[in-house]
């Protein structure tokens, strides 16, 4: 879409025109119409090729998009054949939204209780989010959240938000560790307890809100 500035050159654009039309009614010695004429045809192009270079913007913005969202479907497709079993054994989720695919682990598999460390499971997985990813310019943003249970006393960790930023960027680690994925293409960041998909008051609640969400927009 045009940009605000480009937006309000428009209206700039047809102002220029209507002053040119009061300058016209103020000329000596020329008709209205030679005046007219005269004084709005520089204008009157720039209007045109303003109009067309904002056209040819929206379409190129257009067909980039249209492009990141077949990337982003064929990713999705190719992670739900790399991940299949652990998506039936509903330790993973692929979901794809628009440009995006938003892989989600839960931490019940990919933790031991407390801890950042990735199981040998969870790295296995990590390196296949890695592979599908390995070719193209994607962007992944791994996030960590908890549920609200408080950790207990004596933990390595300070409270939820310090293990799930941990945790998150244990998986951030771990898809960078084969080289495939540049870490200028990787974020870590941790949300704790703060954004949970389901009730805390359940262990079954609970457990859907300790994951990690691998974000990754093509």
């Known amino acids: 879409t045009p940009t605000e500035a480009e937006e ?23 008709s209205d119409q030679e005046v007219m004429f005269g004084g709005l045809e ?77 199981t040998p499971e969870a790295i296995e997985i990590m390196q296949r989010i890695a592979g599908v990813n390995a070719e193209n310019d994607s962007e992944i943003t791994v996030s960590g959240h908890t549920d609200n249970v408080p950790l207990i006393f004596g933990s390595r960790y300070r409270d939820n938000w310090d293990l799930a930023a941990a945790r998150s960027a244990s998986v951030v680690q771990s898809l960078a ?21 389901d009730s805390n008051d359940t262990a079954v609640g609970r457990g859907k809100n300790r994951r990690i969400e691998i974000e990754i927009n093509y």
């Open 8 to 30: 309000q050159d428009l209206p700039q654009l047809l102002q220029k025109t209507l002053n040119a039309v009061e300058r016209a009614k103020s000329a000596a010695g020329k």
């Open 42 to 118: 520089g204008t009157l192009a720039q209007l045109a090729q303003a109009t067309a270079e904002l056209t040819q913007q929206a379409q190129a913005q257009a067909e980039n998009q249209k492009q990141s969202v077949d990337e982003a479907k064929k990713a999705a497709d190719e992670l739900k054949i790399a991940l299949s079993q652990e998506i039936d054994q509903g330790l993973v989720a692929v979901e794809q939204d628009e440009d995006k695919v938003i892989v989600t682990v839960g931490a019940g598999g990919a933790f031991a209780s407390g801890s950042a460390d990735l």
């Open 177 to 197: 560790a084969d080289g495939v994925i540049t870490d200028n293409r990787l974020e870590a960041i941790s949300y704790g307890e703060s954004r949970p998909v």
